[in-house]
């Protein structure tokens, strides 16, 4: 990710990227910034390291939405300019890149590898690596959220996730692990309007939390099924506390949704990223606007 964001940076100067905090393993968690306009949104992905295909989805999007704003064209039939004018959007297309370089290969030796594999060896049912969603010390960061963590907790362990591990693991107190830290802390520095979160698989997007239902939320989540096809859902009861989207609607009363992409087995194999981003592109643009006109 970091040569795509470098090769970006270079071709299109207006891109702003930054690092908003360090993994387990003293990676960058990067963000990039593309707008001008005063209404703030925030896009992430890969909480969850066997969810990487994701990233891809985020990078692209970002790509085609840069080119489409230095040539005076359009996205998704939406004028870039436009949208530039309006918006300012901010990605963070890798929050777990430990995780992710475990699944996909590029972490293969090492401390941090051993005591992963150690790790997985205590959950025998979890194929290793390619079952592994936690960041590298077994924490999932998408259970790590101020929202119902104890819930969330009590629930996990009730499945028999005690300790670090593969997945399911929501850590001893919210905010452990220093990837979710980054995200909340940079997310206390903004006013989002609006947030997306980027997951796997079902086809599926969650858009409330609880019986908490901010304005407009349920409307976008219908818009955004027009435009993709995915339905709108409740989040399963297991899986219904700790995120990202469940934190971003209860402290701050706003639409924040959680895009389950593709369906299959994660890790979803990369013949399927078109397809993912042609469903989603849609979406993604949406998202732009979504605070400044009426559904």
């Known amino acids: 990710m970091l040569e795509a964001a470098g090769a970006l940076a270079r071709r299109y100067p207006f891109l702003r990227f930054a690092s908003i905090g360090k993994s387990v393993m003293g990676r960058d968690i990067l963000t990039a910034a593309i707008g001008s306009g005063q209404n703030e ?39 870039a300019r436009r949208l530039y004018s309006q918006t300012t959007l901010y990605l963070a297309p890798m929050i777990n890149p430990d995780g992710v370089d475990l699944v996909t290969g590029a972490v293969r030796s090492g401390g941090y590898y051993d005591n992963a594999r150690k ?39 009730a499945l028999g996730y005690i300790s670090p591990a593969p997945r399911d693991y929501a850590g001893t107190r919210p905010l452990e692990a220093p990837e979710a830290r980054a995200v909340y802390e940079f997310t206390r520095r903004h006013r989002f309007s609006l947030t997306l979160s980027y997951h796997t698989q079902g086809e599926v ?14 409307k976008l989540a219908k818009a955004f ?22 934190w971003f609607v209860e402290e701050y009363g706003r639409p924040g ?39």
């Open 257 to 295: 949704f959680t895009i389950e992409a593709g369906e299959g087995k994660s890790p979803l194999p990369a013949s399927r990223l078109e397809i993912i981003y042609r469903k989603n592109l849609g979406i993604l643009t949406l998202g732009l606007y979504a605070a400044t006109r009426v559904f």
């Open 225 to 246: 099924e027009r435009v993709s096809g995915y339905k709108p859902e409740d989040a399963p009861p297991a899986s219904a506390n700790a995120g990202y989207k469940d």
């Open 205 to 218: 997007i969650y858009w409330k939390y609880g019986d908490r239902t901010p304005a407009n939320a349920g």
């Open 41 to 79: 949104v925030f896009y992430n992905a890969a909480h969850h390291a066997n969810e990487w295909i994701t990233t891809p989805v985020l990078m692209r999007f970002l790509a085609e939405y840069a080119k489409a704003y230095a040539e005076g064209g359009t996205i998704f039939g939406e004028d």
């Open 119 to 157: 790790i997985a060896e205590a959950y025998g049912g979890v194929p290793f690596p390619s079952g592994w969603k936690a960041n590298i010390e077994g924490i999932d960061l998408n259970l790590q959220y101020p929202a119902g963590w104890e819930k969330a907790g009590d629930i996990k362990r």
